[in-house]
């Protein structure tokens, strides 16, 4: 069975630049979170979905960053103006609420010039 | 606000040592506690605790959890260089699906 698929796998862009990652979350799960992950403040949750509704943006840093998920199978994080503090690795996590254990992707390394 | 610390920060050992990992939450609603290994990459998950007592094993690792104490214990026997990671607790934030993540406890073992 396929885990959490994310892509791209790495990044690198400049400043100003609209990054869009992407996640398939495993099939069936009904939760979907995306984490940021860096040296200076470890891993970070951003926002999550149930059924493909967000239920807490609350750690979303701002307004550059927006997320959705379409369907049950898709959801994207997108930056934009990306900027360099935004560099860091980008998880995406799924899980069935039956079971509070989330399933990570591989992740995405960030790097904005 | 809920919150989880972790000790130590950091360890180096060599490898055949056992080594004991630990974890302390305050969260509303406890529901149960995870633990999870990350190396170069993402985490992978590793034990679910909700019983007080229980202990969770799996090959050379294994874990408790102690509900009185608020904490579990993550124990790593005869440790190889393979071991080396981050171990990250994490229990439900209450009343919610967020994990609340500790800083991490980073363990390398050398040979």
């Known amino acids: 069975d396929a885990g959490v698929i994310q892509s791209p796998r790495h990044e690198v862009t400049e400043m100003g630049q609209e990054v869009t990652l992407r996640c398939k979350p495993i099939?069936?799960?009904?939760?979907l979170f995306w984490y940021r992950q860096t040296m200076m403040r470890g891993l970070e949750l951003l926002i999550y979905f149930n059924n493909n509704v967000p239920i807490d943006d609350s750690g979303m840093p701002e307004d550059r960053f927006s997320a959705k998920m379409p369907n049950a199978s898709f959801s994207t994080l997108k930056i934009q103006p990306s900027e360099p503090r935004d560099s860091a690795v980008y998880f995406c996590?799924?899980?069935?609420?039956?079971?509070?254990?989330?399933?990570f992707g591989p992740g995405t390394r960030l790097t904005v010039l | 606000e809920d919150k989880v610390v972790q000790s130590p920060l950091s360890l180096v050992v060599h490898e055949g040592d056992t080594v004991t990992l630990n974890c302390s939450y305050e969260v509303t609603n406890f529901r149960s506690l995870l633990w999870y290994k990350q190396e170069k990459k993402a985490p992978t998950f590793l034990f679910m605790l909700t019983s007080s007592g229980i202990e969770k094993k799996s090959g050379r690792l294994s874990s408790i959890l102690d509900k009185k104490e608020l904490s579990s214990i993550l124990n790593i026997t005869a440790t190889q260089t393979g071991d080396s990671a981050i171990y990250l607790c994490?229990?439900?934030?209450?009343?919610?699906?967020?994990?609340?993540f500790g800083k991490g406890t980073k363990l390398t073992v050398n040979p």
């Open positions: 099939s069936g799960h009904d939760y």
């Open positions: 996590a799924s899980s069935l609420k039956s079971s509070n254990t989330q399933y």
């Open positions: 994490a229990p439900p934030q209450g009343g919610s699906e967020k994990l609340v």
